[in-house]
């Protein structure tokens, strides 16, 4: 009877565990959220591996405009002014 008991919640724990594994997952990305990859495909579908401006490949969701420089903050390219 024990044996009968522990089957069937060993059955019971893997059906729950499959259905929760299977359940669908639709994150919500912004346009360009990740880097390209090495290796083709470079990025998932609906993505198009792109220069960002930086020196870097970005996949950017198919439609998106391409940038075409970046922007440099002002704390990162500061030049110091010297008086005469």
Same mark, same amino acid.
């Given at each position: 009877?024990?044996?009968?008991?522990l089957?069937t !919640?060993?059955?019971i724990?893997? *059906?729950?565990t *499959?259905?929760v594994?299977?359940?669908? @997952?639709?994150?919500?990305l912004?346009s360009?959220p990740?880097l390209?990859?090495?290796?083709?495909?470079?990025?998932p579908?609906? @993505?198009?591996?792109? *220069?960002?401006?930086?020196?870097?490949? #970005?996949?950017?969701?198919?439609?998106?405009p #391409?940038?075409?420089?970046?922007? !440099?903050?002002s704390?990162?390219h !500061?030049?110091?002014?010297?008086g005469?």
């Amino acid at each position: 009877m024990r044996r009968r008991l522990l089957a069937t !919640a060993v059955v019971i724990a893997c *059906a729950v565990t *499959a259905a929760v594994a299977c359940t669908s @997952y639709d994150p919500q990305l912004p346009s360009r959220p990740f880097l390209c990859g090495s290796d083709e495909p470079r990025c998932p579908d609906g @993505y198009t591996c792109v *220069a960002d401006g930086s020196n870097r490949m #970005v996949c950017s969701l198919n439609g998106e405009p #391409v940038p075409d420089a970046s922007v !440099a903050r002002s704390d990162e390219h !500061a030049t110091a002014v010297t008086g005469p």
